[in-house]
């Protein structure tokens, strides 16, 4: 189990990340964003009991890409949104994507997850933590829509993902054409600047089993 320091300044997300103020009500209604307190944006994924078991940082800074998983986190319950009855998944690489996606697509009520990025798996019939979980535990998805990043790491996942699904799944190929990732697209079009620097990498100490 992950313990987290819950001090939440809800108006924190909606200045800081350039998604629709209605989906971070949803998020922050919902416990999957909240702020933590050296002011990143904090993602949670949660098991069926809805204990949170993975979390994510992302730095609120837009030239900042700090990016980092919270040890002991699972990626079997990574970010995703609340279930529906659709039998479309979308799978993106990070939460600020799949956010990013949600509103690119006018909030279609479709199944979105995060897998927590991407690697290329070495063992040959294995999906990533995150899908292979989603789909044993709502076995109505009939489509996975493979939608992360524009490059090569992004590309050969999916390519890897597609050749392990099972064959009654149908998989679309969905890789944002007009930038890297799906966050990057939509922040064009807002016309906001995607420009980042690399902060180093911390362990957050304050985030443990």
Known sequence: MLNFNQTIDTNYPRNKIPIDNDVLDMCIFNGTLYEDHRHN??????????????AML???????????EVVGSDKRYSFSFPPTESSKLYIT?????????????????????????????????RLPAALDHFLSMYPQIETVC????NDRTGIQAAKAIQARLPEHIRTELLLPKESKDYNEQL?????????????KSKIKEDYER
């Open 41 to 54: 944006c904090c993602f949670v994924g949660y098991d069926e009991t809805h204990v949170p078991r993975y």
């Open 58 to 68: 992302r730095s609120s800074i837009p030239s900042c890409s700090f990016l980092q």
């Open 93 to 125: 690489e990070s939460a600020i994507d799949a956010l990013s996606l949600y509103v690119l697509r006018n909030h279609a009520p479709d199944n979105y997850l995060s897998i927590g990025g991407a690697v290329v798996p070495q063992q040959t019939d």
């Open 146 to 149: 493979l939608c992360l990043d």
């Open 187 to 199: 922040m064009r079009k807002k016309g906001l600047s995607n420009q980042v620097v690399t902060r």
